[in-house]
């Protein structure tokens, strides 16, 4: 058998530790390599000294090869991209060779290890001609003694990397597959070959430490003046507990024989009690993200920088918890969550999803023959991040369905580390683990397991085991594209729901990957044969870490501390399981229409986690007939080490006047016919269609009903292979195709009224829109009323009125929601105010071009540039797209470069709109936001 087909864990490795910072002498070798990639394996010889490579290319080391040129990178989801024949894989198996010549500094001494913190998926490495075993488990470390390989001076380092190995059935995790050496190379001269456990917990107000590791060993903790032996348990008085909240670390060394390891110790201790998660006696709530490793430019091989980066923007946006989907990250990523404060389920490098696909049939989950590697995975998981107070909780892998062997890693690790519960999703039963867990529940299945009253297992032993579980959402609302919606529904069953501990988004980024023209590729971008297209976009920050819209409305929903107003009075509810409100500071801001008229701080009461308590609101400035919204703010006191002072934690916005209304428009002038066209004050209409074809000196375009949009990745795909997307039912119903029939055109007294039929071919199903304009003489105000007629089998993605005007307009203000983007079912971060925006940035660039950037409840607008000042009024509040393009230019581009500016501007004015929902991974869309046909009138003008 082929070394990389054997399904057993590599050979030659030594047995898995902690990773550790020391003083012991390291040796990075990352750098520049030589590399050959060859499209099969071929034949060795390339591992010898003397080996001439000078023809090869030079290659980073860490990397992703496809990165760099060699190959390409490649998207599926489930579909493993070989034939299903687990061990083996095809002939064409890209095999990247690799050399590296280093000089060993002459000081060095010592017995040396050589690590690998990854490589995907096989490597056979080789140090000066000599074999030092076989590694697979990409997303885990390996380390081989060189000891007796090791030359003063000039050595060779050979590693063979293999893209597909009996590994890659247990890598089929949902992203690009990239392989490569993309961590860190190291060489590390350890005096004894002792690892070092960290036991500390949190009881009753102590911390209670053991650590293990080699006899005679000591373990300090300076600030502490704590001094004991390693394996002695020692309970330490007045220690403040970490958590996400108040990530506290204690600074300690490990003495070993001839080698310091520094540690930072964070004492806590997780439980399940009654049903429930605690961490130091508090029910946690997850605010999480599920975090794969990419960068849009690198790959998988992360710069640092980036992930201190990634973590802040999460601190920034009230996100506290992260899944590591689907594998262990980077080190360094678990020291951060340390120290910045995350709860962290740390999920093994393990995915057999694309099994699925053939009923789970021959699942090496479930096959005797990979009960090593299985079991091997996980040891290094745990061994590698055991001692990470911010880990607490395993999970076994994803989506592996059910199997023998995820029963012996659950054991193993039950055995190893009974301190932390264990997680798994892809067994109902959840027969081997702690937690109940599941993804992409609906908001009713969510609140039956709230009730613990959920569809009975059929095993009455097991239903009443995971009925008495805390439960978890691995993955829910799922973010692809422009979405999700629906994530405040989930937060109130979080909070009415002892037993619902919150969950974790899918997913944190976009996997886009940057291309030389600017432009980031998805799947099908780099000539895969077979490919998932766009569903590896699917991330709350754009590549680049730009927040995408939906996080603003995540740092909403997840605030810690819940402002609401009643009267005079703000209610302060903390959510915090840790901290009080003393950190935060109060803001007061009253506006009338959107002009802040008065502001001011507020006292805010110390309020303890868990509790309310109430605060009188200042007198208020006299009234004025303008809408006046209140709006108060939470804010950082201090500078902390995500977030500058001042940064928003919480807010929230109320009504306090709304003006008394506007006097309907006294009729200025009457239609008047002019040739062809009827010309009521500033508007010119076809005197045929009763189309608006100019106002004051603009000419213009107008389609009187809109029913489609571009649609939405959301929109393009369901859960259920059994029933259309709503792209499909909206294409099949001619939504993105209306015909319009003039019925009337009158003219009568001041008024134009005009009646228009729209349908679609092949179908009764028609809306009979009817538009009342007057005229005051200045603008142009119409009164519409809908009625759908015939049998309407699909919901309308808007209900909206478009408008062409000249392309001379390049900015905009408006009163309504804002700053960023509101639909129906995604608009807790909006709040209304007064803002500006260019047309171009009030866009939001999704990779995949789809609708976008409606700015919702707009009271009246005002477009302006070299062609003029247009405005434009709605009653009630309309919501607004402004565009250099069309919706059918917008529903064709494939990435944002297809979508060039035309010579017009494109307003659409939506009285109602379909909400943007999250069906591409199982819940439906909530009622009310499904916008079924209905009769519906609105009022509009412009001028
Ligand atoms: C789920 C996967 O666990 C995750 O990796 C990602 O692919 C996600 O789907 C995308 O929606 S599995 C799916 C069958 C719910």
């Known amino acids: 058998m082929n070394y990389w087909e054997d399904p057993g864990p590599g050979c030659g490795v030594l047995p898995p530790r902690a990773a550790l910072r020391s003083d012991a002498p390291r040796l990075s070798l990352n750098?520049?390599?030589?590399?050959?990639?060859?499209?099969?394996?071929?034949?060795?010889?390339?591992?010898?000294?003397?080996?001439?490579?000078?023809?090869?290319?030079?290659?980073?080391?860490?990397?992703?090869?496809?990165?760099?040129?060699?190959?390409?990178?490649?998207?599926?989801?489930?579909?493993?991209p070989f034939s299903v024949d687990p061990p083996y894989v095809p002939d064409e198996n890209p095999t990247g060779d690799h050399r590296l010549v280093f000089e060993l500094p002459s000081e060095w001494s010592g017995s040396t290890v050589l690590r690998f913190d990854g490589v995907d998926s096989c490597a056979r490495v080789w140090l000066n001609g000599v074999e030092l075993g076989v590694t697979r488990g990409s997303r885990l470390p390996a380390e081989f003694a060189?000891?007796?390989?090791?030359?003063?001076?000039?050595?060779?380092?050979?590693?063979?990397?293999?893209q597909w190995s009996s590994g890659s059935y247990l890598e089929d995790q949902d992203m690009w597959w990239l392989p490569g050496i993309f961590r860190d190379v190291t060489l590390i001269a350890r005096p004894v070959d002792a690892d070092v456990f960290v036991h500390a917990d949190y009881v009753d107000g102590a911390g209670v430490l053991m650590v293990e590791s080699a006899p005679g060993a000591v373990v300090r903790i300076p600030s502490l003046d704590v001094v004991v032996p390693c394996g002695e348990t020692v309970t330490i008085p007045g220690v403040e507990p970490w958590s996400a909240e108040v990530p506290r670390l204690y600074d300690a060394v490990v003495e070993l024989p001839g080698e310091?390891?520094?540690?930072?110790?964070?004492?806590?201790?997780?439980?399940?009690?009654?049903?429930?998660?605690?961490?130091?006696?508090?029910?946690?709530?997850?605010?999480?993200?599920?975090?794969?490793?990419?960068?849009?430019?690198f790959g998988r091989a992360v710069p640092a920088e980036r992930m201190r980066e990634e973590l802040l923007v999460m601190k920034r946006h009230n996100i506290n918890a992260i899944r590591t989907s689907h594998y262990p990250p980077d080190t360094r990523l678990l020291e951060l969550c340390d120290e910045l404060g995350f709860w962290v389920m740390d999920e093994c490098d393990y995915e057999s999803h694309g099994f699925m696909l053939i009923d789970w049939k021959g699942n090496p989950a479930d096959d005797p023959r990979f009960l090593d590697a299985s079991l091997d995975r996980m040891r290094r998981t745990v061994e590698r991040d055991k001692n990470h107070p911010s880990v607490v909780m395993w999970s076994l892998g994803n989506e592996a369905g059910v199997g023998s062997n995820?029963?012996?890693?659950?054991?193993?690790?039950?055995?190893?580390?009974?301190?932390?519960?264990?997680?798994?999703?892809?067994d109902l039963s959840c027969a081997d683990v702690d937690v109940y867990s599941r993804m992409y529940a609906s908001h009713a299945e969510v609140e039956a397991i709230g009730k613990r009253a959920e569809k009975p297992l059929e095993d009455p032993a097991l239903d009443a085991r995971r009925r008495s579980m805390p439960f978890v959402l691995c993955e829910y609302s799922h973010a692809g594209g422009n979405g999700p919606g629906g994530l405040p529904e989930y937060e109130a069953l979080f909070d009415t729901y002892e037993r619902c501990q919150g969950g974790f988004l899918w997913e944190w980024m976009e996997h886009g990957i940057l291309r030389p023209d600017g432009s980031y590729g998805y799947g099908g971008d780099f000539g895969e044969e077979l490919h998932d297209g766009t569903y590896v976009l699917d991330g709350l920050v754009f590549p680049d870490l730009t927040p995408q819209p939906v996080l603003a409305e995540v740092r909403k929903v997840y605030e810690p501390v819940r402002l609401s107003v009643a009267g005079d009075v703000l209610t302060i509810?903390?959510?915090?399981?840790?901290?009080?409100?003393?950190?935060?500071?109060?803001?007061?801001?009253?506006?009338?229409?959107?002009?802040?008229?008065?502001?001011?701080?507020?006292?805010?009461?110390?309020?303890?986690p868990g509790r309310s308590a109430t605060v009188q609101l200042p007198d208020l400035p006299p009234l004025q007939n303008r809408e006046r919204w209140l709006t108060i703010r939470a804010v950082l006191t201090n500078n902390t080490p995500w977030a500058p002072a001042g940064h928003e934690i919480a807010s929230t916005q109320s009504l306090l006047t709304t003006p008394t209304d506007a006097p309907?428009?006294?009729?200025?002038?009457?239609?008047?016919?002019q040739a062809e066209d009827l010309v009521l004050g500033s508007g010119r209409f076809d005197g045929r269609t009763g189309r608006l074809v100019g106002l004051g000196g603009w000419e213009v375009a107008h389609v009187p009903l809109e029913l489609w949009r571009a649609p939405t990745q959301h929109d393009a795909r369901t859960w259920d292979a059994s029933t259309l997307d709503r792209k499909a039912r909206w294409a099949n119903a001619g939504l993105d195709r209306l015909q319009y029939r003039t019925v009337?055109?009158?003219?009568?007294?001041?008024?134009?009224?005009?009646?228009?039929?729209?349908?679609?071919?092949?179908?009764?199903?028609r809306v009979l829109t009817t538009y009342t304009w007057r005229t005051d003489g200045g603008r142009l105000t119409a009164d519409v009323e809908v009625e759908p007629l015939g049998e309407w089998k699909v919901p309308w993605a808007r209900l909206g009125v478009t408008f062409g005007v000249p392309a001379g307009f390049h900015g905009l203000t408006w009163f309504g929601l804002g700053p960023g983007q509101a639909y129906p079912d995604s608009r807790s971060a909006a709040r209304i105010g007064r803002y500006t925006s260019t047309i171009d940035d009030f866009q939001i660039p999704y990779l995949y071009p789809q609708e976008n950037g409606a700015r919702g409840d707009v009271r009246w607008a005002e477009l302006f540039g070299t062609a003029g000042t247009l405005r434009l009024t709605g009653a009630p509040h309309f919501a607004l797209t402004v565009?250099?393009?069309?919706?059918?230019?917008?529903?064709?581009?494939?990435?944002?470069?297809?979508?060039?500016?035309?010579?017009?501007?494109?307003?659409?004015?939506?009285?109602?709109?379909?909400?943007?929902?999250?069906?591409?991974?199982?819940a439906p869309i909530l009622p009310p936001h499904d916008l079924q046909p209905r009769r519906h009138r609105f009022r509009f003008s412009l001028g």
Request: hydrophobic share 40%; net charge negative; no cysteine.
């Open 31 to 80: 750098g520049q390599w030589r590399f050959r990639l060859s499209p099969s394996v071929g034949a060795t010889g390339f591992e010898e000294v003397d080996f001439d490579d000078s023809d090869w290319a030079w290659l980073p080391v860490p990397s992703s090869w496809p990165m760099h040129g060699h190959g390409s990178p490649a998207y599926t989801n489930q579909k493993y």
């Open 146 to 162: 060189v000891g007796g390989v090791l030359r003063p001076g000039r050595n060779v380092l050979a590693v063979r990397v293999h």
């Open 260 to 297: 310091r390891v520094e540690l930072r110790i964070g004492f806590r201790t997780v439980e399940i009690v009654d049903g429930v998660l605690r961490v130091n006696g508090r029910r946690v709530l997850f605010h999480g993200v599920n975090r794969h490793e990419h960068d849009p430019v």
């Open 406 to 426: 995820l029963t012996a890693m659950a054991e193993w690790t039950r055995d190893r580390d009974p301190s932390r519960p264990l997680h798994y999703e892809g």
């Open 573 to 608: 509810t903390n959510r915090y399981a840790v901290l009080d409100t003393s950190h935060l500071s109060l803001h007061w801001e009253i506006a009338d229409e959107g002009e802040v008229v008065a502001r001011g701080p507020l006292t805010l009461p110390v309020v303890p």
């Open 664 to 673: 309907a428009p006294r009729p200025g002038k009457q239609p008047i016919r």
């Open 744 to 765: 009337s055109v009158d003219a009568a007294g001041d008024e134009l009224t005009v009646v228009t039929m729209v349908g679609a071919a092949a179908t009764d199903a």
């Open 883 to 922: 565009r250099r393009w069309t919706t059918a230019e917008l529903a064709a581009a494939e990435h944002p470069a297809d979508l060039t500016p035309s010579d017009r501007v494109w307003i659409t004015l939506d009285a109602l709109q379909h909400g943007l929902g999250s069906p591409t991974s199982g």
